[in-house]
């Protein structure tokens, strides 16, 4: 196992800063993955317009979750309470994520300071999820499906997962570079010499073996490759999953 450098948080999405101006702002989204950062201050009543399956709110503290499950709720009145610290504290500037159905976000850890959601539900039903920290599996003890939002443009870590096995699947967000132009189903992944699997990220690279993949890397500890066993959609069609596992079913 070499991990190469997975503490940059940002990789390939667009970073944009959240001017602390205390005045209300419409900011305007683009259609790529993009992080939407907070700092300490009153940033003001802000609305972000077409905020995607694939962009981010990294904050300066952990936005308060009442019972404790990752999930954080906007409310009746569909605001995001971006300071609140309790039930009785909401702080002082709201944000409004407009084109977001679920009115949910779901916390995927801190790295480098700042706090990262993303939007609830992504989340594969049922699967362990990878966030932005370096964190550690056991796949034993029946099938599992271990989930990476690679689509969001940040670096998800080092993680390692041990006891993989023939029924279970790494699940991602956008495809991973298998060394030709695509990640057709039937072509092995391989992890090449620093033993890793390197995450591609929002858009495929060839990066891995001289440095941190641009959507972080695991060790699947006792694995050497994986194939593409296919794809499926969410409801709305609008988030591809693209899950890997260690046979070939595509024969």
Do not use: C, W
């Not at 495809?175 to 072509?187: L, P, Q, T």
């Not at 391989?190 to 033993?195: D, E, H, I, L, T």
């Not at 693209?242 to 024969?251: F, P, Q, S, T």
């Amino acid at each position: 196992m070499a991990f190469g450098d997975n503490s940059k948080l940002i990789t390939t999405a667009d970073n944009t800063i959240m001017l602390n101006t205390n005045t209300n702002d419409t900011i305007a989204n683009t259609t790529g993955a993009t992080a939407f950062s907070f700092s300490a201050g009153n940033s003001g009543d802000d609305v972000i317009e077409n905020f995607g399956k694939n962009d981010t709110i990294l904050n300066y503290q952990k936005i308060f979750d009442g019972n404790g499950d990752g999930i954080i709720d906007f409310g009746p009145n569909g605001i995001l309470d971006i300071d609140r610290t309790s039930k009785k504290s909401p702080g002082a500037d709201q944000i409004t994520l407009q084109g977001m159905e679920s009115k949910q976000l779901r916390y995927l850890g801190e790295k480098g300071g700042m706090h990262v959601y993303a939007d609830a539900s992504v989340k594969l039903a049922g699967s362990i999820e990878g966030k932005v920290g370096n964190d550690t599996f056991d796949a034993a003890g029946g099938a599992k499906k271990f989930f990476y939002d690679t689509a969001l443009g940040l670096n998800l870590g080092g993680d390692t997962i041990t006891g993989f096995g023939a029924d279970d699947q790494i699940v991602t967000t956008s495809a991973i570079f298998n060394g030709k132009a695509g990640a057709d189903a039937g072509v092995q992944i391989k992890f090449g010499n620093n033993g890793v699997l390197d995450l591609s990220g929002e858009m495929m690279n060839t990066k891995g073996d001289d440095g941190a993949a641009h959507g972080g890397q695991i060790d699947l500890v006792g694995v050497s490759g994986l194939y593409l066993q296919g794809t499926t959609t969410n409801d709305a069609g609008d988030v591809t999953y693209y899950h890997y596992g260690i046979n070939n079913l595509a024969g």
